[in-house]
Each structure stands twice: as structure tokens, then as C-alpha cells.
């Protein structure tokens, strides 16, 4: 009988104890950092168009929309048939003024031994030594006319300016561009994220902010100074940012702020009757109260969740 009597003391002095492992915190107001959410647009850090140098009909086309292209990369080919027969002519007119030249240049030599014959006048020498120097000059210009008519069918060559990605190409094999029209359009430079924020939230952003967002974390790189259509635009950079798709649109929580708040262990909330009670310590002893649990916040001690209604500073809330 006196080891059932030790028995039931020992219950007794358990339920009076309350459950194991409980503690008491005191509620004091935390910091949290107020988070925006909206959706960003990757960019590419530039997009630059390749287009033709000369006007003509488009018979090749080495890349399409989604495309892999380096800087100085052949992208198309333009042919003007004119240039082809442009270049004929020069080559027909290089070989007429060589033959003139030749020509010349015999005759020179013949006058110069009749000069030293005796057999003409030093005037007439002078005279063959003259066509002799335009003939020269006839070749000349001819292989420069070659050199311009050669180098505009080069010119021909579509070149990617850069490297990066094929966004569009607005041509089609076949049909006839002008001179600077775009073959393609590329992006490059890598990616970032353009977001558009309300401007009441203009005076909470900084430079170099964490954003966080579903492919990792961003940072704040810069922020416009012009506001458009009610819209700060902020430029965020991310590492490792895909640009598979340009334009896309990413869900980002952008800090915009802060605010004072009273949050609890996600444990020390009971939920009866749907009904969310939390148990205090205060001078009568031990009470439930119900409150209004928010979201759950990021605190310096963990996650807690915060507390809308029905506690107060200073409270000692018993933790389980």
C-alpha cells in the first residue's frame, strides 16, 4: 500500500509539472523584412540585329530562331548579280590596259634605240615614255575596280555581331533585303531580370538587396531613375540565369521594407474547435487564449509565425 501511495504522488506532481520538455518565451517585437511579390522578365544584357551590308537576294541562311551564334559567325548570304558582272568588266578592263601597257612599253623600248641610233628625237622618247605611264595607271585603277567589285560581293556575307542566341530572323531564304536591313536579331551578354515595382515602394529599394526568387537568389544591380506608368524599373542580377527563354516571366519576392512584429513557434499554437489557442503564463497561473496566426516569418532566433491578434508584448508564452 505505501508503494501505490509513492505511485499516485509521483502522477500527481507529473500533471501539476505540466508536459515534458515545456518552456516559457517571452513575446518581444521582431524585425521582418516585408517581402513584395510580383513577377520579373529575363532579359538578355543586349540584342543586336545582323544585318545585310548590301541589297540583294538572300540564298543562304545558316541559323533559326533559338540558334547558338559566335561573334564574326557567317549567318546568311546575299548575291547581287550585278556585282558579278561588275567584277567581269574588271577583269576585262585589267586585261586590256595590261595589253596597252605591253604595247607601250615595246614601242618605249624601240624609240629609246632609235634615240640611241640617232634615229628619232629625244620629244617623241618622251611622248611613248607618257602613254607608257597612263597605260600604267590604266592597270591600276582597273585592279582597283577589281579590288571594290570583289570586296562588295565579300560584303555579301552576313556576320552575326555578336555572340549569344538567335531570337528572330524576319528573312526568309529567297527573298530580296536592302542594304542594313536585319537578317536576324541575337541576344547576348548573358541574362538578368527586369522587374516593374509600384512606385509607393520607390524609397524601400537599394542597390544590392537580396531578392529571392524560385531559381535561387537575385541581387538588386540598379535602379532607374525614371518612373514609368506608376513603375520603378529595376534591373536584378542572377547568376547561373537561363536564357532559354527571353521574356519569360519569374515569380520574385522583392524586399520592399520592414515592420515590427510578434511571432511565436509554429508549436505553441493549438488549434480546437477551429478555434487557434495559445497558453500564457501570467500571474493567476496558466490561461489559453485565442489568437490570429499570419504567415510564417524569418527571425533571428528561426522561423516563427506571426501573431495578428491576441497577444501582446511581454507575454510568457508556454512552448510544448
Given at each position: 500500500?505505501?508503494?501505490?501511495?509513492?505511485?499516485?504522488?509521483?502522477?500527481?506532481?507529473?500533471?501539476?509539472?505540466?508536459?515534458?520538455?515545456?518552456?516559457?518565451?517571452?513575446?518581444?517585437?521582431?524585425?521582418?523584412?516585408?517581402?513584395?511579390?510580383?513577377?520579373?522578365?529575363?532579359?538578355?544584357?543586349?540584342?543586336?540585329?545582323?544585318?545585310?551590308?548590301?541589297?540583294?537576294?538572300?540564298?543562304?541562311?545558316?541559323?533559326?530562331?533559338?540558334?547558338?551564334?559566335?561573334?564574326?559567325?557567317?549567318?546568311?548570304?546575299?548575291?547581287?548579280?550585278?556585282?558579278?558582272?561588275?567584277?567581269?568588266?574588271?577583269?576585262?578592263?585589267?586585261?586590256?590596259?595590261?595589253?596597252?601597257?605591253?604595247?607601250?612599253?615595246?614601242?618605249?623600248?624601240?624609240?629609246?634605240?632609235?634615240?640611241?641610233?640617232?634615229?628619232?628625237?629625244?620629244?617623241?622618247?618622251?611622248?611613248?615614255?607618257?602613254?607608257?605611264?597612263?597605260?600604267?595607271?590604266?592597270?591600276?585603277?582597273?585592279?582597283?575596280?577589281?579590288?571594290?567589285?570583289?570586296?562588295?560581293?565579300?560584303?555579301?556575307?552576313?556576320?552575326?555581331?555578336?555572340?549569344?542566341?538567335?531570337?528572330?530572323?524576319?528573312?526568309?531564304?529567297?527573298?530580296?533585303?536592302?542594304?542594313?536591313?536585319?537578317?536576324?536579331?541575337?541576344?547576348?551578354?548573358?541574362?538578368?531580370?527586369?522587374?516593374?515595382?509600384?512606385?509607393?515602394?520607390?524609397?524601400?529599394?537599394?542597390?544590392?538587396?537580396?531578392?529571392?526568387?524560385?531559381?535561387?537568389?537575385?541581387?538588386?544591380?540598379?535602379?532607374?531613375?525614371?518612373?514609368?506608368?506608376?513603375?520603378?524599373?529595376?534591373?536584378?542580377?542572377?547568376e547561373g540565369l537561363s536564357d532559354d527563354f527571353i521574356d519569360r516571366r519569374v515569380l520574385v519576392r522583392v524586399p520592399v521594407g520592414s515592420r515590427q512584429v510578434l511571432a511565436v513557434p509554429a508549436e505553441a499554437i493549438e488549434t480546437r474547435a477551429g478555434l487557434d489557442l495559445v497558453k500564457v503564463m501570467g500571474a493567476a497561473g496558466e490561461t489559453e487564449v485565442i489568437v490570429v496566426p499570419g504567415a510564417v516569418v524569418n527571425t533571428p532566433e528561426g522561423p516563427r509565425v506571426e501573431i495578428l491578434t491576441g497577444l501582446r508584448a511581454g507575454d510568457a508564452v508556454i512552448v510544448p
Open positions: 500500500m505505501a508503494d501505490r501511495g509513492w505511485i499516485w504522488a509521483g502522477l500527481a506532481a507529473a500533471l501539476l509539472a505540466g508536459p515534458a520538455g515545456a518552456g516559457e518565451i517571452v513575446v518581444q517585437p521582431v524585425e521582418v523584412v516585408e517581402l513584395k511579390a510580383l513577377y520579373g522578365r529575363v532579359e538578355s544584357r543586349f540584342v543586336v540585329p545582323g544585318r545585310g551590308r548590301i541589297g540583294g537576294t538572300l540564298t543562304e541562311l545558316a541559323v533559326a530562331e533559338g540558334s547558338e551564334v559566335t561573334a564574326g559567325q557567317v549567318i546568311g548570304r546575299i548575291v547581287d548579280p550585278k556585282l558579278e558582272s561588275q567584277l567581269q568588266a574588271a577583269e576585262a578592263q585589267i586585261s586590256s590596259a595590261r595589253a596597252q601597257l605591253a604595247n607601250a612599253e615595246s614601242e618605249l623600248k624601240r624609240y629609246e634605240e632609235l634615240l640611241a641610233r640617232g634615229a628619232t628625237t629625244t620629244q617623241k622618247v618622251d611622248q611613248v615614255r607618257t602613254t607608257v605611264e597612263v597605260a600604267r595607271d590604266g592597270v591600276t585603277q582597273a585592279e582597283a575596280a577589281r579590288a571594290v567589285a570583289g570586296r562588295l560581293i565579300a560584303e555579301g556575307e552576313v556576320l552575326a555581331p555578336a555572340a549569344g542566341r538567335v531570337l528572330t530572323v524576319p528573312v526568309r531564304v529567297g527573298e530580296v533585303v536592302m542594304p542594313g536591313e536585319p537578317v536576324a536579331t541575337i541576344a547576348g551578354g548573358g541574362a538578368f531580370l527586369r522587374l516593374a515595382i509600384p512606385e509607393r515602394h520607390a524609397a524601400d529599394l537599394a542597390v544590392g538587396a537580396d531578392v529571392d526568387m524560385e531559381e535561387g537568389t537575385g541581387r538588386i544591380e540598379k535602379i532607374y531613375p525614371l518612373i514609368e506608368n506608376g513603375r520603378v524599373i529595376v534591373d536584378v542580377a542572377v
